[in-house]
């Protein structure tokens, strides 16, 4: 099994309908991150964890929400979907300050499209 | 804020060498490389840190001037794995999390 999970892989929705994307992990690591992947503009931050009770805004927070439900958990919602938010949505971990350097490990991705 | 990467794209032939290039604005703690296959994750090749030496990964290799606040990535006698998208991701010391370039995407022929 893949150390950190992400489901749906994929989802076709409408605008205005509520999204849930969800990942989890089994590294035990704390540190959670989520980041939207659009051709020519690379992966941006979007929320990240650094525990369960520290929820922090990245560089492109609106429009989203974010739920840790527990360590292994990170949630990432869209409230209202509208189409520029068609793109692919990747979540990560980080075992920092296990190594003293914050190197992320990644799930495979969750592509949406809203129509 | 992003950091700049350089070129857009590279196309090589097998054997030939590559340079990927990237840029900050800030004062960097360290510099990340990753590659992200057609469909796939991004994966880690190597980190920088400040103070840091030159990092190597089979034939790809990395440097980091703090000064300048940039990094290359060197890629020798390419191979038709290097085939992929490289982004570089910096961190600002106290800061905790990466803001990744646009990415540089190297297609390697036969």
């Known amino acids: 099994d893949a150390d950190v999970t992400q489901t749906p892989r994929n989802r076709i929705t409408k605008t205005g309908k509520r999204i849930m994307l969800e990942c989890s992990q089994t590294?035990?690591?704390?540190?959670m991150y989520w980041y939207r992947q659009d051709p020519g503009l690379g992966l941006r931050l979007i929320y990240y964890?650094?525990?369960?009770?520290?929820?922090n805004k990245g560089e492109i927070s609106d429009g989203y929400s974010v739920s840790r439900q527990a360590q292994a958990k990170f949630s990432l919602s869209l409230e209202s979907a509208i189409p520029n938010q068609t793109a692919l949505y990747f979540c990560?971990?980080?075992?920092?300050?296990?190594?003293?350097?914050?190197?992320?490990?990644f799930g495979a991705g969750s592509r949406l499209t809203v129509l | 804020q992003q950091p700049v990467q350089s070129p857009q794209a590279v196309i090589l032939r097998e054997g030939e060498d590559a340079v990927i290039n990237c840029s900050s604005s800030?004062?960097?703690?360290?510099v990340h490389w990753y590659r992200q296959k057609h469909g796939e994750a991004p994966v880690f090749l190597m980190i920088?840190?400040?103070?840091?030496e030159q990092k190597g990964h089979e034939k790809i290799s990395a440097s980091f001037n703090e000064k300048k606040q940039q990094s290359s990535l060197y890629l020798t006698a390419s191979q038709l794995s290097y085939s992929g998208t490289y982004f570089c991701?910096?961190?600002?010391?106290?800061?905790?999390?990466?803001?990744f370039g646009a990415g540089t995407t190297v297609t390697v022929r036969a």
């Open positions: 990560a971990t980080s075992d920092f300050p296990q190594i003293g350097a914050n190197v992320l490990t």
């Open positions: 590294k035990g690591h704390d540190r």
């Open positions: 964890s650094f525990d369960v009770k520290d929820i």
């Open positions: 800030k004062a960097l703690y360290s």
């Open positions: 920088l840190l400040k103070g840091g």
């Open positions: 991701g910096t961190e600002r010391a106290n800061d905790y999390k990466l803001s």
